[in-house]
């Protein structure tokens, strides 16, 4: 059975960090573009960032220079370290497959007050 598990959400104020942890089980990622996503209240998911087999990354602009996707393929797990947060960044963050989608997580609560 596949499974992805977010983790490492949380409250915090406006400049400041969190690093999520998205684990994988029944599936073995390592092959895979790997992403995340996120969806703020109101609106849709949408991609934030992008990972390939061989480490290649790509952010939409708003996340440039202060998020960063990596990957631990020995531990098979996708991270997501976030800095300069902002209230903006307020969403429930998910992990995928960047093609074709596995079942959604519950994703992570994260929440950034000014």
């Known amino acids: 059975q596949v499974q992805l598990v977010e983790s490492g959400g949380g409250l915090v104020q406006t400049g400041g960090s969190l690093r999520l942890t998205c684990a994988a089980s029944?599936?073995?990622?390592?092959?895979?573009?790997m992403a995340w996503y996120r969806q703020a209240p109101g609106k849709e998911r949408e991609l934030v960032t992008s990972?390939?087999?061989?480490?290649?990354?790509s952010y939409i602009n708003s996340v440039k220079g202060r998020f960063t996707i990596s990957r631990d393929n020995a531990k098979n797990t996708v991270h997501l370290q976030m800095e300069s947060l902002k209230p903006e960044d307020t969403a429930v963050y998910y992990c995928?497959?960047?093609?074709?989608?596995?079942?959604w997580g519950q994703g992570t609560q994260v929440t950034v007050s000014s």
């Open positions: 029944g599936i073995t990622l390592s092959a895979n573009a």
């Open positions: 990972i390939g087999p061989g480490g290649r990354a």
């Open positions: 995928n497959k960047l093609g074709t989608a596995l079942q």
